[in-house]
């Protein structure tokens, strides 16, 4: 990592660490995930999911949501606050300022993925019995760091396109969902059949994660599409100097 980016990474870090509406965000996430987890134990568990799918969907369904607010004032806020303009004019390559400010975040999303455990810890503790050890979620957590990677890249580049951080949210979260939805028109078309879990890629690699499973094709697509974000951010921002 270098000075550059280290620099940017402590500033991120420093500033979320002093943002009280950081901790907000942080607590509806761990709110909604461990409500929906209660709840789908009480009316999904043995009926037609593993307790590792409930936890797992659980987690993954508000995780682009608090992603979408963590990331969308990394570029979009300094534009809005003024300081964009300097920052660009600082002989730096906008990479490295860009690598800089989406470690940071998605750092903060992996302590946001570790902290909806505690639900199945707390379950774990009191039910013995009823959960299994928490060790059969190691894959499931592999595809949450996975799936976290590719929404940090996302909103990363989103708040580089956009000119306020509530327009680089909306943005990450429409521009996710659209590419899904693609995503499962391109498997429809492809594989010749409907629009179900079976063919809708996002929804069978969280049941073969919860599985445990978790395909090279999986891990592939999730870090080049990162990796395009981030770069095409870079680029769009050098264009922009």
């Known amino acids: 990592m270098s000075s550059v980016t280290r620099t940017v990474f402590y500033r991120e870090?420093?500033?979320?660490?002093?943002?009280?509406?950081?901790?907000?965000?942080?607590g509806a996430y761990f709110a909604i995930s461990s409500s929906l987890f209660l709840a789908a134990l009480q009316?999904?568990?043995?009926?037609?999911?593993?307790?590792?799918?409930?936890?797992?969907?659980?987690?993954?369904?508000?995780?682009?949501?608090l992603i979408s607010l963590i990331t969308m004032p990394l570029i979009a806020g300094e534009r809005s606050a003024g300081t964009y303009e300097s920052l660009s004019?600082?002989?730096?390559?906008?990479?490295?300022?860009?690598?800089?400010?989406?470690?940071?975040?998605?750092?903060?999303?992996?302590?946001?993925?570790i902290g909806s455990l505690v639900p199945w810890l707390l379950i774990s503790h009191t039910l013995k019995q009823r959960a299994p050890e928490l060790v059969t979620l190691h894959i499931p957590l592999i595809f949450l760091f996975l799936?976290?990677?590719?929404?940090?890249?996302?909103?990363?580049?989103?708040?580089?396109?956009?000119?306020?951080?509530?327009?680089?949210?909306?943005g990450t979260l429409g521009i996710g969902c659209a590419l899904m939805f693609i995503w499962a028109a391109a498997s429809h078309f492809w594989l010749s059949g409907n629009i179900l879990s079976s063919s809708f890629p996002i929804i069978t690699e969280m049941l073969d994660a919860a599985g445990g499973?978790?395909?090279?094709?999986?891990?592939?697509?999730?870090?080049?599409?990162?990796?395009?974000?981030?770069?095409?951010?870079?680029?769009?921002?050098?264009?922009?100097?």
């Open 13 to 26: 870090i420093s500033a979320a660490l002093f943002s009280p509406i950081r901790y907000l965000y942080f």
């Open 147 to 170: 799936y976290a990677f590719s929404w940090t890249a996302l909103g990363t580049l989103s708040t580089s396109l956009s000119k306020r951080p509530w327009m680089a949210a909306v």
């Open 89 to 113: 004019m600082l002989a730096i390559p906008m990479r490295k300022v860009i690598v800089g400010k989406f470690v940071a975040s998605y750092l903060a999303s992996c302590f946001a993925i």
């Open 43 to 65: 009316f999904g568990e043995g009926k037609f999911w593993t307790i590792q799918v409930l936890w797992l969907v659980s987690a993954a369904i508000p995780l682009p949501i």
């Open 213 to 241: 499973h978790i395909s090279l094709q999986t891990i592939v697509f999730h870090i080049a599409f990162a990796l395009w974000c981030l770069f095409t951010a870079s680029q769009l921002l050098e264009a922009r100097r």
